[in-house]
């Protein structure tokens, strides 16, 4: 059956009857428009990136409350919207901290925000990382590696295709689908 031959309605129908492909189907039908819709909120890619995923994760979680009688994109839009702010609002205050941060060292430019860290703080961003290690190593292995490149060496796409000799939407689509295990994982708290 070809899913993207349908009309939204029976799409959205399917999907909240549980069928992943009509799942798929919507998120195929709407990233771009998403994504977009959200790109000139931020100067990194990896944010659009993690915004894009947890808007569908939002919209898809909250479906059944959707009404079938309108149109899904500008109610995906409104999502992924208020999903840009709230991230925007994250980075703030982590701007913010980093800021006061250096005005209690005494206002010093030098200071490093990533090695002036109070003990407190340090353990823990140590245990925020371990706990983000441990996840990933429970990741099928499929997207483990990939993630691994992504999201610790902090490489962008067509370099982690380069170096494990991929095509550039198979990286894509395995970092997408790491970042929806690594996400169903920690609402779970999973690690086993």
């Known amino acids: 059956m070809d899913y993207l031959s349908l009309d939204e309605t029976q799409l959205i129908a399917r999907a909240m009857e549980g069928d992943q492909m009509a799942y798929r189907a919507i998120y195929e039908l709407h990233e771009k428009a998403i994504r977009s819709r959200v790109s000139g909120y931020f100067k990194w890619k990896a944010d659009v990136d993690d915004v894009v995923s947890e808007s569908f994760q939002k919209a898809f979680a909250a479906l059944s409350s959707f009404d079938a009688s309108r149109q899904l994109r500008p109610w995906l839009n409104t999502i992924a919207t208020r999903t840009a702010l709230d991230h925007l609002d994250t980075i703030r205050r982590e701007d913010e901290k980093k800021e006061g941060m250096k005005k209690r060292d005494g206002g010093k430019d030098n200071a490093d925000p990533l090695t002036d860290i109070d003990p407190e703080e340090e353990i823990i961003q140590d245990e925020n990382h371990r706990r983000l290690m441990a996840f990933i190593e429970e990741l099928s ?13 902090e490489l962008e796409y067509e370099e982690i295709a380069r170096r494990l000799n991929l095509e550039l939407n198979t990286v894509r689509t395995r970092i997408r689908r790491g970042k929806q295990q690594l996400a169903e994982m920690m609402l779970r708290g999973e690690i086993k």
């Open 141 to 153: 292995p499929l997207y483990k590696e990939v993630m691994v490149k992504y999201m610790i060496e």
